[in-house]
């Protein structure tokens, strides 16, 4: 299993516009997942509250994804995971979703506006033009820029 896993001191984990089974976000998600099983999860977190956009849209539990990934699973295994437990959606239903998800962002947000406004512009982003995806995607730039 940790063959597969990415050393997340050493390079970023997927995009979360990284599309599996239709779904955003989990390709993220089974990258830090595994860096953190292996010891490799460097600056990231798993178990947080961009696992849990999709996880609780779901309906599926964090532990029961891990335990999968532990056992050897691959991100397609994961997606039928998904795709059998939890709430049930249909394909365009997840497209939708995955489609809003991948737009949405925290400027004016009342509780987390001011810390992605702050944490864009360090990257010399504009907070109103920016989702979180591309915030994401920025910041890991910037970490792993030699």
Known sequence: MSNNAKDLTKQAPASPRQRTGGYVILSRLTDKARAD????IGDY???????????DWK???YASVRKALEAGATDEDIAKHLDSHGTKKSPA???AWSDNVEKATMHGDPEKGQYFDGEC???GLDPAKTSVFDWLEADDRVSFAK
């Open 45 to 55: 977190h798993t178990d947080c509250p961009l696992d849990h956009f999709l996880l």
């Open 93 to 95: 239903e997840i497209k």
């Open 121 to 123: 512009k360090k990257l």
């Open 59 to 61: 309906g599926v539990d």
């Open 37 to 40: 099983i292996v010891g490799k």
